[in-house]
């Protein structure tokens, strides 16, 4: 074939699918991956096959390729109409409506359809597609040809400043076809091209994977694959191609469309084209001026490498991306190396499944950007900027490698990092709504969602429009101060999520005044990429992340409470599909923090158990574990056994865990006896009908006033408990301002207050191992009755009226006389007792007319008209009621039951841990009455009565006196941690 043919065809190609604005970005007009897609013949086996699954993987693994050219015959049925509808639902799935519109040059169109070595056929209008025809070429030897030139051509993969580049990676991909597809696989594998077989499409391809498998039922196998006669010349032609591919099976790969997964296509082209050019007999080396050098002769490539180099290091140059790059250089500085990786942020790579990933999965510029940083010896200096694409492409495995080198990720990049994974790229911040996570963001706090997802992309949009120096520097000195910002924000975000205080120290208030830090060269932690990972939900990344961090069980215990808060607040705008996501990446971290508590107490229980009160700062958020679980609802870490050690050593304030022993301590250690919760337990029942305690204090609770108040709402015997103090407040009003002769109002509302007084007294028994779940499902079972009565309420009202309105149609004093003769209480009387069987039937006939009249006195009431429809609702409504809402409530308290007795071990050491934390600080009635003053006292001493110098003095000492105290625990608490979580999860 005529070389200028060729070339032709490629600068045809090149300059039809790329237009100027995509080339200035850096230069390269020339595709990152090639798919040759062959197999169009006439098929004489009606045998069906699961295109779709090829069609997925095909664009899958196109899309992961970056700038990915796929070539095909172009033909109007067979394999060609497979690809052009594969390519179709690429179009409508990535552009949508705007598909006709888009050019096959546009930037945005990342894959391109080449129609090439095919004559141009008429296709439908619906079946139209966006593609690229060739003006020369047809036949399988063009094709041929054509395919050996590309691999001969040369891309840049990161950056046209320098000349690295490498040859365009191309892949031969096959399906059905027949024996001029068998010939074209052969002359492909002599011109040392990978070649990747999709077995279960029929025929050649089949036959080709069966023959590599089998070689004795080629006969048998070919005339059934094929349905074609054979004579000799033909089956010896067939057997000749096949042996010549059996040589060079090493560059076949095979994708089984039965079995295997579409995504892994990705990995099996990387892996192929990767292990064709390692081969030693199809490399090119080049010198500096790109001259190429015989295979056998290999002294130029040494003379790149200087002796000392070889001796430290046997393996230096020997990188596939090192012998492959035509290099104008030796030794290049770190900042050139740094410009060139600076191309990987215009490539925006395609996010993958992390469960499929291998360092060789398109798009290949990380395993050549990772040998090239490995060869120059700058992983740590110049690894920043691959560590930031691995994570916005989710490439698990060089992040875990990165990381593993010390690579620190940019404080500067982080801005990028949130605009890329969480922000919502099509959505204007304040014009517009969405469904994604940028929104829901905004809904806890619009200042601090922007500062996440819009500020960097409204910067980078000033970046662009103001192209000098000046402005430029400018934006870059903005940027850094934004990579601040958004730092803080997400921080802010977390606490405002979880209603927490910002913990400060001294330490942090140092920094803050410190403005001499230069945060361009600051390194983030690891803590700030776990939480951009928490709110992207990058479930892999977030468990590297949380393994390579401090503090393990709190910070899985504030992750896991994050996902399930962004869980309810999707829930909330019906995302049901990223709700239910979140929720389950919340049970995983939820799930891996009760194996580090089990595997912990199995290594060292007593220092597990000390962990449990082990206070630490993540996030700003000052707790420590059990107290952040509790205030949490982890019902599942507060039922841990670790848990309840140490809320038992808590209980019995370090003495006999029994109730005999623990009465005889009273006198070997009666300070321990008198301030244990249980002593203050006990005495404050045994006086709560004398005098009630009614102080609240805040406990160890590190949240805002807001959210300790809401959850001491929220708890069902502090309800009781505001209710009896209210009546009783009434009730002494009623006496004394609104007097009557008997006091029968001030009688009712005492004798009320003291029927909840004792409803609360019920409190007693929740510490009981058997009483305490039965009490916890009578207070379930409550809030099922509730919700039954809000419903009842409606339907005894709707049928009350109806019964009046029929029975008493002139009736007018409706509010006449006082509030006890109101008519809305005979309304509601006759419904509401026929939820309980009282018919009263003799009233809803209109029979009963004793104590009645036909006019309307102050005596006596009119009596009731005689309405046949009223009795025939009336026994509608009993059937509804009786049977159905009855029923209703009835099969809710047997949920409600098994549900709660499913779990009663668990809800009742929760419930447990509040009795016993109430207690820890609360002092008991009367005695309360007198240390009222003295908290007071203290309270204000504390905040207000000191003088700087002494409360510095105060705190310095207190600081010392814990830190001498603690140190040592804590540094080994911290080490089993991280030795536990790492033996669980092993993922570094």
């Known amino acids: 074939m005529d070389a200028n043919d060729l070339k032709f065809t490629w600068n045809e190609i090149t300059q039809g699918v790329t237009t100027t604005n995509s080339t200035s970005d850096d230069g390269n007009t020339s595709p990152t991956m090639v798919f040759s897609v062959i197999g169009d013949s006439d098929s004489f086996v009606p045998r069906p096959w699961p295109k779709t699954v090829f069609q997925t993987a095909l664009i899958e693994a196109a899309k992961s390729g970056g700038e990915t050219w796929i070539l095909y015959n172009g033909k109007k049925h067979g394999l060609s109409k497979v690809v052009r509808e594969a390519y179709k639902n690429y179009e409508d799935i990535e552009f949508k409506t705007r598909a006709a519109k888009n050019k096959i040059s546009d930037p945005d169109r990342h894959v391109k359809l080449v129609n090439i070595a095919g004559k141009e056929v008429s296709q439908n209008t619906s079946e139209k597609t966006t593609e690229f025809k060739t003006t020369l070429g047809e036949g399988q030897e063009f094709l041929l040809d054509f395919e050996k030139f590309v691999s001969e051509q040369d891309v840049s993969f990161f950056s046209q400043q320098m000349d690295t580049k490498m040859p365009v990676p191309i892949a031969i991909i096959v399906c059905e076809g027949d024996i001029e597809t068998i010939a074209h696989i052969s002359k492909a594998l002599q011109h040392k091209l990978p070649v990747i077989i999709m077995k279960g499409s029929g025929m050649a391809a089949d036959l080709v994977v069966d023959y590599l498998e089998n070689k004795n039922l080629l006969r048998k196998k070919a005339s059934i694959l094929l349905g074609i006669r054979f004579d000799d010349t033909t089956y010896q032609e067939l057997k000749k191609h096949l042996k010549s591919i059996d040589k060079a099976k090493d560059l076949v790969e095979v994708f089984d469309l039965e079995r295997d997964d579409p995504l892994m296509l990705s990995n099996i082209v990387g892996e192929t084209v990767v292990s064709c050019w390692s081969i030693e007999s199809t490399l090119q080396s080049y010198t500096n001026e790109g001259v190429k050098i015989p295979k056998h ?46 191309g990987f942020k215009e490539s925006k790579p395609y996010v993958l499944n992390p469960k499929y990933s291998t360092p060789t999965s398109l798009p290949l510029y990380f395993y050549f950007g990772y040998q090239l940083l490995q060869e120059l010896e700058l992983i740590e200096e110049c690894g920043p900027v691959l560590l930031l694409e691995a994570l916005k ?32 790229q099509k959505c204007k911040f304040k014009r517009k709504d969405c469904l994604h996570m940028q929104w829901i963001l905004k809904q806890i706090q619009e200042k601090q969602a922007k500062k996440l997802c819009h500020e960097y992309r409204s910067m980078m949009k000033k970046r662009i429009k103001h192209g000098n120096p000046q402005n430029a520097k400018y934006i870059v000195e903005e940027l850094t101060e934004l990579s601040v910002s958004v730092a803080d924000a997400a921080t802010g975000l977390c606490r405002k999520l979880l209603r927490y205080k910002e913990y400060s120290t001294d330490e942090f208030s140092d920094k803050e005044k410190s403005p001499t830090i230069n945060v361009n060269l600051k390194d983030t932690t690891i803590s700030d990429i776990l939480l951009w990972a928490i709110f992207a939900n990058r479930k892999e990344l977030a468990e590297i992340c949380w393994l390579r961090g401090d503090n393990h069980l709190l910070t899985g215990l504030v992750c896991s409470a994050i996902l399930r808060k962004l869980s309810k607040k999707a829930s909330n705008v019906k995302e049901q599909i990223l709700s239910i996501d979140l929720e389950e990446h919340s049970k995983l971290f939820e799930e891996r923090c009760i194996s580090i508590m089990d595997s912990m107490y199995q290594e060292d229980s007593q220092h597990a158990i000390d962990l449990m009160d082990d206070e630490a700062v993540v996030w700003g958020i000052h707790s420590s574990p059990l107290t952040f679980a509790y205030e949490n609802f982890m019902y599942d870490v507060v039922a841990h056994t670790c848990s309840q050690k140490y809320i038992n050593i808590k209980w019995y304030n370090n003495l006999a865990p029994d109730l005999v022993p623990f009465l005889q301590s009273a006198i070997r250690k009666p300070k321990n006896f008198v301030t244990a919760p249980l002593t203050k337990y006990i005495f404050n029942y045994m006086v709560f009908l004398t005098v009630l305690g009614c102080l609240e204090a805040r406990g160890r609770s590190h949240r805002g006033y807001y959210s300790r108040m809401k959850r001491y709402l929220y708890d069902f015997w502090n309800g009781v408990d505001l209710l009896s103090y209210a009546l009783l407040i009434v009730a002494l009003f009623v006496r004394h301002v609104h007097q009557s002769k008997p006091f029968t109002d001030a009688r009712r509302i005492y004798a009320l207050s003291l029927l909840v007084m004792y409803l609360r007294f019920l409190e007693v028994f929740l510490i009981h191992r058997k009483l305490g779940p039965t009490l916890i499902m009578i207070k379930e079972m409550l809030k099922d009755l509730l919700r039954f009565l809000f419903i009842a309420v409606f339907v005894v009202l709707g049928v009350g009226i109806y019964y009046h309105t029929n029975l008493w149609p002139d009736y007018e004093a409706m509010w006449d006389g006082g509030w006890q003769n109101w008519r809305i209480w005979t309304i509601l009387y006759y419904p509401y007792w026929q939820l309980y069987a009282e018919i009263n039937l003799d009233h809803l006939d209109g029979s009963n007319e004793s104590n009645c009249t036909s006019v309307t006195s102050a005596d006596s009431s009119k009596c009731p008209r005689e309405d046949w429809t009223v009795q025939a609702i009336a026994a509608i409504y009993m059937l509804f009621s009786n049977f159905l809402l ?31 934390n109430d207690y820890d ?46 140190e040592k625990n804590e540094a080994y608490q911290r080490s089993l941690q991280k030795i536990t979580a790492l033996r669980n999860h092993s993922k570094i």
């Open 921 to 966: 600080w609360r002092i008991p009635s009367p005695i309360n009455l007198v240390f009222l003053p003295y908290r007071l006292f203290r309270y204000l001493a504390k905040h207000d009565c000191c003088s700087p110098h002494c409360k510095q003095i105060s705190i310095l000492e207190q600081k010392k006196k814990e830190k001498r105290k603690r």
């Open 886 to 916: 009855v029923n209703l409530v009835i099969a809710m308290f047997s949920y409600t039951f098994e549900r709660v007795q499913e779990n009663s071990e668990k809800l009742w050491r929760f419930e447990r841990y509040t009795v016993i």
């Open 393 to 424: 492409a989710n490439r698990c495995d060089y992040v875990r490698v990165l990381l593993d080198r010390g690579v620190h990720l940019k404080m500067i990049n982080l801005p990028e990092l949130y605009e890329q994974a969480v922000s919502c």
């Open 297 to 342: 002769d290999k002294s130029s490539f040494h003379s790149d490498v200087s002796h000392t180099e070889v001796n430290e290091n046997t393996n230096k140059g020997s990188s596939l991306a090192w012998k492959l790059l035509r290099r104008n250089f030796v030794s290049p500085e770190e900042k050139i190396i740094y410009q060139v990786l600076e």
